[in-house]
């Protein structure tokens, strides 16, 4: 008799160890999607009717699509040492990935300003967007982009920052500059610095 009562109570307590283990993993499962976060997708056709992830790329793309966990103070650092994209340097150099990020935070996620601080450390080859063409004092380079940097600057959530040695380098002034851009003593000082003040590091 005490063995059927022993053989009964283990096969309850294996039979519970094995439901707390399927919710453990449905947890762990919804965790690492992180469903609740998404607000709505950010993609329309091509009259700018809103679409779905579902409609956008398939059935079943909003279940298997992870979305982020952080909502909350973000801080992402970006450093730019490149001015063109490419070699036809019809595009700039790492700025559409900010504004896609943004977009992400912003309308997929519907993050507030305040719920994110992005740095942009700008040195080496990518001194030349941080120029103002229509300075008075204009360097003799052009900036071939800075409508986009401008529109970086227009977010009060982003920070342009750059590298005073690249600056010496250049021969650059802060009159020369477009106005909000700031500055850091040194480029690779400053990305070491960010990161330990906790901001994580994007190298397009």
């Not at 305040?114 to 001194?127: D, K």
């Not at 982009?145 to 021969?171: R, Y």
């Amino acid at each position: 008799m005490k063995k059927v009562l022993l053989l009964l109570l283990l096969t309850i307590c294996l039979s519970f160890a094995s439901i707390l283990s399927a919710d453990d993993r449905d947890d762990d499962d919804e965790d690492f999607w992180n469903q609740n976060n998404f607000v709505v997708s950010k993609w329309a056709d091509i009259n700018n009717n809103p679409l779905t992830l579902d409609e956008k790329f398939g059935d079943g793309t909003s279940a298997v699509t992870r979305f982020l966990s952080n909502t909350r103070k973000a801080k992402v650092l970006y450093q730019i040492n490149e001015t063109c994209k490419d070699a036809t340097c019809a595009a700039p150099y790492a700025i559409g990935n900010i504004i896609n990020h943004v977009n992400d935070y912003e309308i997929t996620h519907g993050m507030s300003k305040r719920n994110y601080e992005i740095v942009v450390v700008v040195h080496s080859a990518g001194w030349r967007l941080v120029l103002d063409n229509n300075a008075a004092s204009a360097h003799a380079i052009s900036n071939p982009f800075q409508a986009a940097v401008e529109k970086l600057l227009s977010n009060p959530s982003i920070k342009v920052l750059f590298c005073q040695n690249t600056a010496h380098g250049k021969a650059i002034t802060k009159d020369q500059m477009i106005d909000g851009i700031g500055f850091v003593t040194a480029g690779v000082s400053a990305l070491a610095d960010f990161q330990d003040q906790g901001y994580r590091y994007v190298q397009p």
